[in-house]
């Protein structure tokens, strides 16, 4: 993310809740303040029906953070 934002390419991290810690460090880490969506913890478990769903819930708030950073 930090690559493509210095070419001036907006992106959004989307992970689960269990490594919102880990992204604060590694942000930090990298003098960066990234965007990001978390999403609930586990998704190797679920359907694709829930994985769409999933995207469906989060899809507006992730394409608001990238057009933020187009701003």
Do not use: C, W
């Amino acid at each position: 993310m930090a690559d493509l934002e210095s070419r001036g390419i907006p992106s959004v991290g989307v992970a689960t809740t269990e490594f919102i810690d880990a992204a604060a460090v590694q942000a930090k880490s990298l003098g960066i303040d990234p965007a990001y969506v978390f999403i609930p913890h586990p998704v190797q478990d679920r359907t694709d029906d829930e994985l769409r769903a999933l995207a469906d819930v989060h899809f507006d708030s992730i394409i608001a953070l990238l057009l933020k950073g187009n701003q």
